[in-house]
C-alpha cells in the first residue's frame, strides 16, 4: 500500500503561482511513475503531468510551459510548481503513483495511488 498527501493548495489570482506538494509513504518504490491530474467540477479526471523513474516528463499541452513537475529519486515526494495560473486551472488537484510500461503517461487508468486531492482555485 501507498499513502499519498497533498498539500501547497489554495486561492490565488490570475497571473500568480502556486507549488503543490505529495508525500509518498509505505511501500514506495523508486521505479514508480508519478503524476499530478486535476479535475473540475463537471468535467473527468485529466492528466496535468508524469514524471518516470528515468527522469523523462510529460505534460498537458495546456499547462506546457506554465507548470513544473519534479521529485526526488526516492520517489517519496512530488512536487508541482504552477506558475501564470489562469482561472480555468481551478480544479481538484491529485497525485498519483504506480508501476508503469507506458512512459510517464497521463491516463488515470495507469495509476492504482491516489492522494486525497487539493483544491486549486484562480480568480480572474
Not at 16 to 25: E, H, I, K, N, V
Not at 59 to 83: C, E, H, P, W
Not at 91 to 102: E, L, M, P
Request: proline share 3%.
Amino acid at each position: 500500500q501507498v499513502q499519498l498527501v497533498e498539500s501547497g493548495g489554495g486561492s490565488v489570482q490570475a497571473g500568480g503561482s502556486l507549488r503543490l506538494s505529495c508525500a509518498a509513504s509505505g511501500n514506495t518504490y523508486s521505479t514508480y511513475t508519478m503524476a499530478w491530474f486535476r479535475q473540475a467540477p463537471g468535467k473527468e479526471r485529466e492528466g496535468v503531468a508524469s514524471l518516470d523513474n528515468f527522469g523523462y516528463t510529460r505534460y498537458a499541452r495546456s499547462v506546457k510551459g506554465r507548470f513544473t513537475i519534479s521529485g526526488d529519486n526516492a520517489k517519496t515526494a512530488l512536487y508541482l510548481q504552477m506558475s501564470s495560473l489562469k482561472p480555468e486551472d481551478t480544479a481538484v488537484y491529485y497525485c498519483a503513483a504506480d508501476f508503469s510500461w507506458v512512459r510517464a503517461p497521463l491516463s488515470p487508468h495507469e495509476y492504482l495511488y491516489w492522494g486525497q486531492g487539493n483544491q486549486v482555485t484562480v480568480s480572474s
